[in-house]
């Protein structure tokens, strides 16, 4: 008897083979210039009901450029498994083509050269067009976002989530799920939670006061489409008051609650659901770990690690699907669910080539209509790159570089300190700087510089710390952001090691000497979670620094060494 | 120099909480101590109790934890991390209906929540949580 954990992997056998994800055939019609928006859409309409997927937006209403990572470090039984997998060992595992629009979008290597071949990703008057497209198949799909929506860009700070909520309603999301949303305080997001004509969803949302759920955000919703009953569970950032600023929504804690994930599971396959899809802000490695201890859930709906894959990873019986951030992409995936359980699926990563997909004009003028007031700010040019300017990787990013430097300079530090996100757009070599790249990598409710002494053995606590945060080879230990980004400091970090003794090597750069334990250093950083953080705003730091600059030029960053992988 | 007293005060608990983790193994034998005090010494089975904690917790000197234990008459529960590890010791008389409990306590630092439980035929049953006290970081 054909067990369901082999069902599924056939399906995933089949769709690699067949290209139903369509990445196979993509390489070939690009060589012959032929890429077509009914190319990027085509999908054969399978079984009874259809999920559409986006996650991470950050905030970006526009097209944009932005390079994956080339380093992404797995650890314990996650070494050496997709997403960290990278570059040419990516392409070679799903057979992608050096050059093809894959690559371009998938994997990093000739970023700058196949940016200038094909151009932005992004822009969610695009993305409508593909919303709307997989509407005409299915009429009855249902559309969730996997949060991170409403941060990330000048816009959405002015308007404090406004502008995202707009353009996302014109969308028509079925439910949503939150992490940097509460970055914008506990009464505004209630206030936009109230406002949403769809469901604001999270299991492990709880009252921090009586540790219960709360009434504002429901742990799931039952949808009856395709004749059939399927449960959305909505599943939040499980570590916001620690990794963000706590203080902004004590009212709230979190957690993964995965034994109330188990009970959530059961309560909606009793009452009547035949598919359970986890609307997930975990983090790719979390999402897979808690696949294997909650049992029944089918599909998990991957965000926050940013990762993008071109087919669904198989953990114990549920595919998890990631779909990548920035508005890059949108996952469609279809299912055939019958007899009370999920029979099949058919998947697509749906890369958002924004010179490929027509913008939709109704989402395209609302969008503008956001930007509007604020154009000619934004729009001031203040600098150029040389350098192709990105912040994705887990140690380091040019765009860290640079803002590290301009904490260095402007804020007279030894050491500077950038927090290891993983949002922020790419500008490659020739662009110019306007105020709007500034805060598209540096945007958030408390972006204050501060400047600070610590000992060099503090320093050490802090890094063994924050490397815990990504390297720890339980994922369910991992909060998954990048390692914090160092200026003026350099370190070897041994991966493999527990917290305590990866950090080795720490090396002040600027006199070459060892870091000495005793010694205090003075430090200027920036995204402190401390509430009473004094210092000007990093996006006036960074912009101070880059228009003296004038033109900037980003060189190789040796000063962080990687052992263990 | 801007230094307030609050960095200075997250500064020195962070080097507190080295201080904590380098002291760890002795607290943790105190643990062993205390557990070997009430079960006189015979072994511990697992499986028939949950001990729910955070794996991280959002703030350490107030952590949720529950121990539900279907069939026992006690519960003790430790911080096998904290200078003093007795947390709590928690009888259940024959009329409670759910012999659960929860509690919210302090940790010094990353450590192991443990609890034990005498059952109504006077075997042990142990549980434990490993939770981590971080200083907080930045998530994506």
């Given at each position: 008897m054909i067990s369901r954990r082999d069902f599924l992997q056939v399906g995933m056998a089949a769709s690699a083979l067949y290209g139903t994800s369509g990445f196979g055939q993509w390489a070939r019609l690009a060589a012959q210039q032929k890429l077509t928006q009914d190319q990027l859409?085509?999908?054969?309409?399978?079984?009874?009901?259809?999920?559409?997927?986006?996650?991470?937006?950050?905030?970006?209403?526009?097209?944009?450029?932005?390079?994956?990572?080339?380093?992404?470090?797995?650890?314990?039984?996650?070494?050496?498994?997709?997403?960290?997998?990278?570059?040419?060992?990516?392409?070679?595992?799903?057979?992608?083509?050096?050059?093809?629009?894959?690559?371009?979008?998938?994997?990093?290597?000739?970023?700058?050269?196949?940016?200038?071949?094909?151009?932005?990703?992004?822009?969610?008057?695009?993305?409508?067009?593909?919303?709307?497209?997989?509407?005409?198949?299915?009429?009855?799909?249902?559309?969730?976002?996997?949060?991170?929506?409403?941060?990330?860009?000048?816009?959405?700070?002015?308007?404090?989530?406004?502008?995202?909520?707009?353009?996302?309603?014109?969308?028509?999301?079925?439910?949503?799920?939150?992490?940097?949303?509460?970055?914008?305080?506990?009464?505004?997001?209630?206030?936009?939670?109230?406002?949403?004509?769809?469901?604001?969803?999270?299991?492990?949302?709880?009252?921090?006061?009586?540790?219960?759920?709360?009434?504002?955000?429901?742990?799931?919703?039952?949808?009856?489409?395709?004749?059939?009953?399927?449960?959305?569970?909505?599943?939040?950032?499980?570590?916001?008051?620690?990794?963000?600023?706590?203080?902004?929504?004590?009212?709230?804690?979190?957690?993964?609650?995965?034994?109330?994930?188990?009970?959530?599971?059961?309560?909606?396959?009793?009452?009547?659901?035949?598919?359970?899809?986890?609307?997930?802000?975990?983090?790719?490695?979390?999402?897979?770990?808690?696949?294997?201890?909650?049992?029944?859930?089918?599909?998990?709906?991957?965000?926050?690690?940013?990762?993008?894959?071109?087919?669904?990873?198989?953990?114990g019986e549920t595919i998890i699907v990631p779909s990548g951030s920035n508005g890059k992409f949108v996952s469609r995936v279809d299912l055939d669910i019958r007899d009370g359980r999920m029979m099949g699926y058919r998947h697509k990563l749906i890369p958002i080539f924004s010179d490929v997909i027509t913008p939709d004009p109704e989402v395209a003028g609302l969008i503008d209509e956001q930007r509007a007031p604020y154009e000619a700010e934004m729009s001031e040019v203040i600098g150029r790159t040389d350098s192709l300017l990105y912040r994705r990787g887990n140690l380091n990013g040019t765009w860290d570089d640079l803002i590290c430097d301009a904490l260095l300079s402007e804020r007279d530090a030894e050491i500077a300190l950038s927090p290891g996100v993983r949002w922020g757009p790419s500008l490659i070599p020739g662009q110019d700087i306007t105020r709007e790249d500034i805060w598209n990598v540096t945007s958030m409710t408390y972006g204050k510089a501060y400047r600070t002494e610590m000992t060099g053995e503090f320093l050490k606590v802090v890094l063994e710390d924050v490397a815990d945060n990504i390297f720890n080879p339980d994922p369910y230990y991992q909060q998954g952001g990048d390692m914090v980004r160092t200026g003026g400091l350099g370190y070897t970090i041994d991966v493999s090691k527990p917290q305590g003794s990866r950090i080795s090597d720490m090396t002040l750069l600027k006199t070459g000497e060892p870091i000495d334990p005793a010694r205090a250093y003075m430090i200027a950083g920036w995204a402190s979670v401390n509430e009473d953080t004094e210092g000007p705003q990093i996006w006036d730091v960074v912009e101070s620094h880059i228009a003296k600059m004038g033109t900037v030029s980003v060189g190789e960053n040796n000063s962080v060494k990687v052992t263990g992988t | 120099m801007e230094l307030t007293r609050r960095n200075m005060l997250v500064i020195s608990s962070g080097t507190a909480l080295t201080a904590a983790l380098g002291?760890?193994?002795?607290?943790?034998?105190?643990?062993?101590?205390?557990?070997?005090?009430?079960?006189?010494?015979?072994?511990?089975?697992?499986?028939?109790?949950?001990?729910?904690?955070?794996?991280?917790?959002?703030?350490?000197?107030?952590?949720?934890?529950?121990?539900?234990?279907?069939?026992?008459t006690m519960v003790a529960l430790f911080a096998d991390g904290n200078p003093t590890p007795k947390v709590a010791t928690i009888k259940f008389g024959p009329l409670n209906p759910t012999n659960a409990a929860s509690t919210r306590i302090r940790l010094a630092g990353t450590q192991n929540v443990v609890a034990i439980a005498q059952m109504e035929d006077?075997?042990?049953?142990?549980?434990?949580?490993?939770?981590?006290?971080?200083?907080?970081?930045?998530?994506?």
């Amino acid at each position: 008897m054909i067990s369901r954990r082999d069902f599924l992997q056939v399906g995933m056998a089949a769709s690699a083979l067949y290209g139903t994800s369509g990445f196979g055939q993509w390489a070939r019609l690009a060589a012959q210039q032929k890429l077509t928006q009914d190319q990027l859409l085509q999908f054969e309409t399978f079984g009874n009901v259809s999920l559409i997927h986006i996650t991470d937006i950050h905030a970006q209403l526009k097209p944009i450029y932005f390079r994956e990572p080339s380093v992404n470090l797995g650890v314990g039984g996650n070494k050496g498994k997709v997403p960290h997998v990278t570059g040419a060992d990516f392409r070679k595992l799903y057979g992608i083509d050096d050059g093809s629009p894959s690559h371009y979008a998938l994997s990093s290597g000739d970023f700058s050269a196949l940016a200038q071949e094909y151009g932005r990703v992004g822009g969610l008057d695009r993305v409508a067009t593909v919303i709307n497209s997989i509407r005409a198949d299915r009429p009855d799909a249902i559309l969730l976002d996997g949060g991170d929506t409403w941060h990330g860009s000048y816009t959405c700070y002015q308007t404090q989530g406004q502008d995202m909520v707009n353009v996302m309603n014109a969308l028509n999301p079925d439910a949503m799920t939150f992490h940097w949303e509460f970055t914008l305080g506990s009464d505004r997001v209630a206030e936009l939670v109230e406002s949403l004509p769809f469901a604001a969803l999270g299991q492990n949302i709880f009252d921090a006061e009586w540790d219960e759920p709360t009434e504002l955000f429901p742990p799931y919703k039952m949808f009856e489409r395709g004749g059939t009953k399927i449960a959305v569970i909505g599943q939040a950032f499980p570590y916001m008051p620690i990794a963000n600023p706590g203080w902004m929504f004590p009212e709230y804690a979190f957690g993964i609650r995965d034994e109330n994930m188990q009970a959530m599971v059961d309560e909606v396959r009793a009452a009547g659901a035949e598919c359970v899809v986890v609307l997930s802000h975990n983090g790719f490695d979390v999402d897979k770990k808690m696949a294997t201890v909650v049992s029944g859930i089918d599909v998990i709906l991957s965000g926050h690690t940013h990762d993008a894959l071109p087919e669904p990873a198989l953990s114990g019986e549920t595919i998890i699907v990631p779909s990548g951030s920035n508005g890059k992409f949108v996952s469609r995936v279809d299912l055939d669910i019958r007899d009370g359980r999920m029979m099949g699926y058919r998947h697509k990563l749906i890369p958002i080539f924004s010179d490929v997909i027509t913008p939709d004009p109704e989402v395209a003028g609302l969008i503008d209509e956001q930007r509007a007031p604020y154009e000619a700010e934004m729009s001031e040019v203040i600098g150029r790159t040389d350098s192709l300017l990105y912040r994705r990787g887990n140690l380091n990013g040019t765009w860290d570089d640079l803002i590290c430097d301009a904490l260095l300079s402007e804020r007279d530090a030894e050491i500077a300190l950038s927090p290891g996100v993983r949002w922020g757009p790419s500008l490659i070599p020739g662009q110019d700087i306007t105020r709007e790249d500034i805060w598209n990598v540096t945007s958030m409710t408390y972006g204050k510089a501060y400047r600070t002494e610590m000992t060099g053995e503090f320093l050490k606590v802090v890094l063994e710390d924050v490397a815990d945060n990504i390297f720890n080879p339980d994922p369910y230990y991992q909060q998954g952001g990048d390692m914090v980004r160092t200026g003026g400091l350099g370190y070897t970090i041994d991966v493999s090691k527990p917290q305590g003794s990866r950090i080795s090597d720490m090396t002040l750069l600027k006199t070459g000497e060892p870091i000495d334990p005793a010694r205090a250093y003075m430090i200027a950083g920036w995204a402190s979670v401390n509430e009473d953080t004094e210092g000007p705003q990093i996006w006036d730091v960074v912009e101070s620094h880059i228009a003296k600059m004038g033109t900037v030029s980003v060189g190789e960053n040796n000063s962080v060494k990687v052992t263990g992988t | 120099m801007e230094l307030t007293r609050r960095n200075m005060l997250v500064i020195s608990s962070g080097t507190a909480l080295t201080a904590a983790l380098g002291a760890l193994p002795a607290f943790a034998s105190m643990t062993d101590d205390e557990i070997a005090k009430i079960t006189g010494g015979a072994d511990t089975a697992e499986g028939a109790i949950t001990l729910t904690a955070p794996e991280i917790a959002e703030n350490g000197n107030t952590v949720p934890i529950e121990v539900a234990a279907p069939g026992a008459t006690m519960v003790a529960l430790f911080a096998d991390g904290n200078p003093t590890p007795k947390v709590a010791t928690i009888k259940f008389g024959p009329l409670n209906p759910t012999n659960a409990a929860s509690t919210r306590i302090r940790l010094a630092g990353t450590q192991n929540v443990v609890a034990i439980a005498q059952m109504e035929d006077g075997t042990f049953q142990k549980a434990s949580a490993n939770v981590k006290v971080t200083i907080g970081g930045c998530g994506g």
